[in-house]
């Protein structure tokens, strides 16, 4: 390891992040005494981001799971976290067993170092890799999957943006950086996104998403914050949504079995959708 990587695994490990606190969340093990500590302030605030954490979690599932049944075998996870339940690749190989290639990438040290951990253990390595890259990087970061050799850029690719733009203030622009990707899919393509919202009508919860927001910022290694539907909506622009289109977490195509919060979707604090390029 070099000495930049090592510094910034140092200063990963004293500081909360979100991926260690979206893996605490989840009953995961891959979080330190000051994530569990961060994350336990924040429940008292809001119950419900456990909720979002959870049916964030089963929609990724579903969604990895539409996508192979539509015929795609190459998945790009843009912020693909600490590996937890139900990573990308182990649902596509329960559905498709061993014909579908992953690239997970993500920016922060322990994130990549569990990632390649759980690749060595659990992966194909000619069909799953993981890269340290930067959602901002645009070109660079997507001649880092081309280079990793497993995805073939003139074949489908299912884009996964799954709880990771709402770690984009509107001054990053984070829209501008999408849509690059976006031109760079083949016809046939997919993008899997989900976002956090809060219902506007419910004032109370919205109120309590702010605190949330200040000590996101504060205190982590990204701030957090939800967008309105049409903001997020925005995300899809040139694509063909697939039905039921954006909606509440829990009602994309649900199975019956894996989301509790079926009954109560808005309490999932997230929507989610999936579009086509065609």
Not at 83 to 89: A, L, R, S
Not at 147 to 152: A, L
Not at 191 to 206: G, K, M, N, R
Not at 243 to 260: A, C, H, I, K, Q
Request: aromatic residues 8%; negative net charge; contains cysteine.
């Amino acid at each position: 390891m070099s000495a930049s990587n090592a510094d910034r695994l140092a200063e990963s490990v004293n500081k909360v992040s979100v991926g260690r606190v979206y893996d605490y969340l989840l009953g995961g093990v891959h979080n330190y005494a000051v994530d569990q500590t961060f994350a336990e302030e924040q429940l008292r605030v809001l119950p419900d981001i456990r909720d979002f954490a959870r049916s964030n979690r089963a929609f990724l599932a579903r969604a990895v799971r539409y996508a192979v049944d539509q015929g795609i075998r190459q998945f790009v996870d843009i912020g693909s976290g600490l590996p937890t339940q139900g990573n990308v690749h182990e649902v596509a190989d329960e559905v498709a067993p061993g014909e579908c290639s992953v690239v997970y990438i993500d920016n922060e040290p322990i994130a990549q170092a569990h990632a390649e951990i759980l690749l060595e253990k659990t992966a194909d390595p000619d069909r799953h890799r993981a890269i340290d890259a930067d959602f901002f990087d645009g070109a660079k970061l997507w001649q880092q999957v081309l280079d990793t050799g497993v995805i073939d850029e003139d074949e489908p690719v299912a884009l996964l943006a799954v709880a990771l733009l709402h770690f984009m203030p509107p001054e990053t622009n984070p829209g501008r950086v999408l849509a690059y990707y976006r031109q760079r899919l083949p016809k046939g393509s997919l993008l899997v996104l989900s976002h956090i919202h809060v219902d506007p009508s419910d004032t109370a919860a919205l109120e309590k998403s702010k605190q949330l927001s200040a000590s996101y910022a504060k205190k982590t290694n990204s701030p957090a914050q939800p967008r309105p539907r049409e903001e997020i909506a925005a995300f899809f622009e040139g694509l063909d949504m697939v039905d039921p289109g954006l909606v509440w977490l829990p009602e994309w195509r649900p199975s019956g079995e894996d989301d509790p919060y079926a009954a109560e979707p808005a309490r999932a604090r997230g929507l989610a959708g999936v579009a086509r390029k065609v």
